[in-house]
């Protein structure tokens, strides 16, 4: 009982700390999917059996004049407690200029043994959500711009929204299939989200291992993202990834594994001429810690 309360100090610690210190973070387009699935589904909180920190962001450039770059980080800590409970924090930050979102999630998961090859995994978190304005910092329209639009007739506007999420992570030998139910209890059209994923492993030899996946996102505006990818790992050195975003940009990956830290990166290019005239090439940064 001393052991998990400890825990649960330190995580609480890791939230106030986060907070303070403007760390926090609100999730989009997380591309190290494989490193990072904690960040796509909180059932996933203790899937490793230690104590692990992930620090991973991302930018986008703006082609539009007088728009922002789009900076989005995300901070993840995943605590495993006691008979298969895990409780993880994922904190998630937008930002463009003017424009912010924040998220802050307590997350808790439990894991169902069916048999040595079979597990269910149902996590839950709450969460706190702000969105903010604040003209204060600049702000240029453009031509894709209300000028109407009442919350720019404010130097600052914030709405703050709590959410709940639930989610499923079942694994039968080398396959895996997750469901999450992200915005629960938000007002439409934020509760009709949905993030599903799977994978499968494929052994190669006794060093290759070949995982095909597939990330499925339903958006807050009923639009449907689907992510294509083929990951490569030799052993637990290394990996490399190629892989393919619906709205048709490629994506091309790799990271290395030293002694508990992991490195990894992900470049988007945006193929689609359309969108490539508004939006730079996407650039993801990650580090993890096993600790």
């Keep these: 009982m001393k052991y998990i309360s400890k825990k649960i100090v330190l995580s609480l610690i890791f939230v106030m700390f986060s907070i303070l210190s403007g ?13 990072n699935k ?6 996933y909180a203790g899937e490793f059996d230690k104590t692990r920190i992930s620090l991973v962001a991302g930018i986008t450039p703006n082609k539009i004049e007088g728009s922002n770059t789009l900076n989005w980080q ?12 895990a409780t993880a924090t994922v904190l998630t930050k937008i930002a463009a200029g003017s424009f912010s979102q924040l998220q802050v999630k307590q997350a808790f998961a439990y894991k169902v043994d069916f048999s040595e090859d079979q597990t269910l995994a149902v996590g839950f978190a709450l969460s706190f959500n702000q ?14 711009v209300d000028l109407d639009d009442p919350y ?14 639930i989610g499923f ?29 799977t994978e499968y492993k494929f052994k190669l030899n006794k060093n290759l291992d070949l995982i095909p996946s597939i990330l499925l996102i339903q958006t807050q505006t009923n639009r449907y993202e689907l992510t294509n990818s083929l990951n ?38 945006n193929n689609n001429t359309k969108t490539s005239s508004v939006l730079g090439n996407t650039h993801q940064f990650g580090l993890f810690f096993n600790l």
Excluded at 38 to 43: D, I, P, S
Excluded at 131 to 144: A, E, H, I, R
Excluded at 236 to 242: E, N, R, Y
Excluded at 252 to 263: A, E, R, T
Aim: glycine share 10%; net charge positive.
């Design 131 to 144: 969105q903010n304005v604040d003209l204060k910092n600049g702000f240029t329209p453009n031509s894709f």
């Design 74 to 85: 995300q901070v993840t800590l995943d605590l495993p407690l006691m008979n298969k409970l």
């Design 152 to 165: 720019l007739s404010k130097e600052n506007y914030y709405q703050n929204k709590l959410g709940l999420e």
């Design 169 to 197: 992570v079942y694994k039968i030998k080398e396959f895996q299939f997750s469901l999450s139910l992200p915005s629960l209890g938000q007002d439409k059209p934020y509760n009709n989200e949905i993030t599903a994923y």
């Design 38 to 43: 904690l960040g796509v589904n909180v059932a």
């Design 232 to 269: 490569l790992k030799y052993q637990k050195i290394g990996w490399l990834q190629v892989g393919y975003v619906d709205y048709d940009q490629i994506l091309m990956g790799f990271g290395i594994n030293v002694k508990g830290l992991g490195i990894g990166y992900n470049f988007g290019y």
């Design 23 to 35: 760390k926090a973070q609100y999730q989009l387009n997380n591309r190290l999917i494989q490193q």
